[in-house]
């Protein structure tokens, strides 16, 4: 081949390399530069220009020192690095530098300075900027958020614990270590169950296998066991973390110390209770008074001498009937405390009982002209139950609905069968509760009659009586439109 010819071809292949060259050093993502052995630019790709806010013509063939910034020549030293580069020959890699062009926010990068070599002496440098700025501020957010979540979790009144799948303990935040005594190293790697009293061991590792398996568990109380041997009641909540994938990595738990809720709360009962009891001693004291003063001033009378035959026999008459109410409060005392006799529970069909006792108490029912009306089923209803007692049940609703029906209405007596309940309502037509004394009504010596109408103790006896046969008892009611008792228990 003619010399012409492979100098043709040698031209076309240098011309080739070189745009290669130009095509790689504008499509690379980093800033490149390269500079000869006096530190002047050689060349400058399209990313450099742009992010510097330069053009080509004042780049190319300018010194180092004009290129960059005096305060990052001096802060970074890149000219004396570079200078070693050539002498030494070897890459340069790992310096970070911050980068700020007149207009353009501050922006840093992480370069590299290239020893670029021919026949073995270093020719030219190429220094390679990558832009870091999203990903240190990325670092920077990142560990911004690891710190305050760490705060949460090391400033935290409630436990915070996570575990991994097979409910080891991974995590044990300061709030446990406070409520349990166990320090974080002591419990790390122990699996969660053993911390728990025996009894709630079975339910917590239940849990932890329904959240290994992706499913939810709903909030729950079990108690752990402190180092000391106390038993802490902890409402915990659980939940799981997965990663990216989805797969469940570990689990986590957040609980609420119960212990001061508890004795606030048993604390509250007592009061309750006491005030409980004061009302009923005040009701006990104010229903004996009455006709213990009758009876009393009926003696007075005796002991001074009767006037008369008449009046010998009034008074006699008024201090026994002054004991009969007595002894009927204190009897109706023992009805609510002790409404249960024990072995006089049987199988009994309430149809039957229920049908007696609204026909014995018709009578009142047609002299304050109340229509009574009645819906049984046509066949048996069997309950375990004292027959006596839920007469006596349905007897004060009744004449309480005759009571809130003065000038007559309608009452309503209903059995039905109810998901394994038999159902009794009495429902009435009368003048109904306020909404504002319903919650009271079932309280001992609570009254809305006037003095010597009632002791406030037949609702009571009737809850009493119902919560002894594993029922319940509810009222429906609005003012002017009547009431509805309705009791529940247990089919047999």
């Known amino acids: 081949m003619a010399r012409r010819e492979w100098s043709n071809i040698l031209l076309l292949s240098d011309k080739w390399q070189e745009q290669l060259y130009d095509m790689l050093l504008e499509s690379i993502p980093s800033s490149v530069l390269l500079v000869d052995r006096a530190l002047r630019v050689m060349s400058a790709n399209r990313n450099f220009l742009e992010k510097a806010r330069r053009d080509e013509g004042s780049t190319i063939g300018a010194s180092m020192n004009n290129v960059f910034p005096t305060p990052i020549l001096e802060f970074t030293r890149i000219e004396a690095k570079v200078r070693r580069v050539f002498e030494q020959g070897e890459l340069l890699r790992g310096e970070q530098i911050t980068y700020r062009a007149p207009g353009i926010p501050t922006r840093m990068y992480y370069y590299t300075v290239v020893p670029v070599k021919a026949d073995g002496r270093v020719e030219c440098a190429m220094i390679l900027m990558d832009d870091i700025t999203e990903k240190v501020r990325l670092v920077e957010q990142a560990h911004l958020v690891q710190a305050r979540l760490a705060n949460v979790v090391e400033y935290a009144n409630d436990l915070l614990v996570s575990t991994d799948t097979a409910g080891k303990i991974v995590t044990w935040n300061p709030a446990a270590e406070r409520v349990t005594g166990f320090s974080s190293r002591e419990v790390q790697g122990r699996a969660m169950v053993d911390l728990c009293k025996p009894a709630d061991q079975e339910a917590m590792w239940s849990m932890i296998q329904q959240l290994a398996r992706g499913q939810t568990v709903p909030s729950r109380e079990l108690h752990l066991v402190a180092r000391s041997g106390t038993q802490i009641p902890v409402a915990w909540a659980f939940s799981c973390m997965r990663e990216e994938a989805g797969k469940i990595s570990a ?108 026909r014995l108490l018709s009578n009142q029912g047609a002299l304050q002209k109340v229509s009574v009306a009645e819906d049984y089923p046509a066949g048996s209803v069997t309950i375990n139950s004292n027959a006596s007692q839920i007469q006596q049940v349905l007897m004060n609703l009744i004449f309480n609905a005759y009571a809130a029906m003065p000038k007559g209405g309608d009452l309503k007596i209903t059995i039905r069968s109810e998901d394994g309940w038999v159902v009794l309502v009495v429902r009435d037509t009368g ?61 047999r």
């Not at 009969?324 to 529970?345: D, H, Q, T, V, Y």
């Not at 010597?452 to 009611?477: A, E, K, N, R, Y």
């Open 431 to 491: 003048s109904g509760i306020a909404e504002a004394i319903k919650a009271k009504i079932f309280d001992p010596f609570f009254t809305t009659k006037g003095a010597g109408s009632g002791t406030g103790l037949g609702l009571s006896i009737c809850h009493t009586i119902i919560s002894q046969h594993q029922g319940h008892i509810d009222v429906d009611s609005k003012i002017g439109k009547g009431c509805s008792f309705t009791v529940s228990l247990p089919a």
């Open 251 to 358: 689990l986590v738990a957040v609980g609420r110390d119960l212990t001061e809720r508890h004795a606030f709360e048993a604390q509250l009962a007592q009061n309750v209770k006491l005030a409980a009891l004061g009302v009923m001693a005040g009701g006990i004291a104010h229903e004996l008074r009455n006709p213990l003063s009758v009876s009393y001033s009926a003696a007075q009378f005796l002991k001074e001498g009767a006037p008369d035959s008449a009046f010998h026999a009034e008074c006699v008459h008024k201090i026994l009937d002054g004991i009969e109410r007595a002894s009927g409060i204190i009897e109706n005392l023992l009805r609510f405390s002790r409404p249960s006799e024990g072995g006089n529970m049987k199988i009994i069909d309430l149809v039957p009982v229920v049908r007696e006792t609204v």
